[in-house]
C-alpha cells in the first residue's frame, strides 16, 4: 500500500533530502503559518525548548501535526501532537472501524501540577518541566548560569509530587532527575544508542500517523541509559488551553521586541 504524506522536517543539523520529507530554517517554520498549512506533519529535531513552544503552537493553529525529539548525554525524549487524529486499529481493514485519539497540545502536556502527578512518573517528565519553564521565561536556549535556578525548581517539582512509600527508591528518581537536567542545560554531546533508539521510534510513529493505520504514541515518550528501555506516558493537564495560551502571549512578546531592535549589525 502507497501513502503520499508533505513532512515537514524542521533540526539544527543538515538531513539528507527526501522526495516527500521538506526542510526549512527553524525561524521560517516559526513565522510562516501558510507553509504549514500545506504540511500534514512537522518534526521538530534538536530545537532549542522556546522554540519548539512557538513552532507547536502554529501547528496547532494550522491544524497540523506536529511531534518533537532531542537527546542529550545519556537522555532523550519524544513528544507527538496529533490533534484529532483518525485511524484504523491494526488487525482492521474497514475505514467504518476508525478510532478517533484527542491529543493535548505541547503546552498542556508540560504543565500538569507536581502535587497531580503519581509517584511513578519518569525523571525526564519533571526534567523537562523545569526545562520548559525556563525557557519560557528566557526565550533562548539555556547555559549553565541556569543550572542553580533549574535545580531549585526541580527541588521544588520533587517536594511538591506524591510521595513514595519507598523513600530510596525515590532518592534514587531525584539522582537520575538531576542528571539528566545537568545533561540538557549543559548540552552534553548525544549518546549514540540513545540517539538511535529514538531516531527508530520516531521514524516508525511517522509512518504510523501519516497512513492513519495504527495508533501512534501518545503523548510523551522517554530514553535513557538508566532504564535501558522505552517508557510512554500520557501527560494531560486540565489547564491546558490556559497553559497554551500564556505560552503564545509570551512568545508573541519575545517576537515583537526582536522587530523593535530590527537586524543585527
Request: hydrophobic share 45%; glycine share 6%; aromatic share 8%.
Amino acid at each position: 500500500m502507497t501513502y503520499s504524506c508533505r513532512c515537514l522536517h524542521c533540526c539544527y543539523l543538515p538531513v539528507i533530502a527526501q522526495p516527500a520529507i521538506s526542510t526549512c530554517s527553524i525561524s521560517e517554520a516559526i513565522s510562516n503559518i501558510a507553509m504549514l498549512q500545506q504540511q500534514d506533519l512537522v518534526v521538530a529535531a534538536g530545537m532549542p525548548l522556546h522554540q519548539v513552544q512557538q513552532l507547536a503552537l502554529q501547528c496547532r493553529q494550522a491544524k497540523v501535526g506536529f511531534m518533537a525529539g532531542s537527546a542529550s548525554g545519556p537522555g532523550g525524549w519524544y513528544f507527538v501532537d496529533l490533534g484529532e487524529h483518525r485511524y484504523v486499529p491494526k488487525g482492521l481493514s474497514e475505514q467504518s472501524q476508525q478510532q478517533t485519539v484527542n491529543y493535548q497540545p505541547f503546552a498542556g502536556a508540560l504543565t500538569v501540577p507536581a502535587a497531580q502527578l503519581p509517584h511513578s512518573t519518569h525523571p525526564m517528565y519533571y526534567v523537562l518541566q523545569v526545562l520548559v519553564l525556563l525557557a519560557q521565561e528566557h526565550q533562548r536556549p539555556l547555559t549553565a548560569e541556569d543550572f542553580p535556578a533549574a535545580q531549585q525548581l526541580l527541588h521544588k517539582a520533587y517536594s511538591s509530587s506524591a510521595s513514595s512509600s519507598n523513600s530510596s527508591a525515590r532518592a534514587v528518581q531525584q539522582q537520575i532527575a538531576k542528571q539528566l537536567l545537568e545533561s540538557f542545560v549543559f548540552s552534553q554531546p548525544e549518546f549514540a544508542p540513545v540517539c538511535a533508539v529514538l531516531g527508530g521510534i520516531i521514524a516508525n510513529n511517522v509512518v504510523t500517523a501519516v497512513s492513519a493505520f495504527g495508533a501512534p504514541l501518545n503523548n510523551l515518550l522517554y530514553y535513557t541509559l538508566f532504564d535501558g528501555r522505552a517508557i510512554v506516558e500520557c501527560q494531560q493537564a486540565a489547564g491546558a488551553a490556559a497553559a497554551a495560551a500564556k505560552c503564545a502571549v509570551q512568545a508573541n512578546r519575545h517576537r515583537q521586541a526582536e522587530a523593535a531592535s530590527g537586524p543585527p549589525a
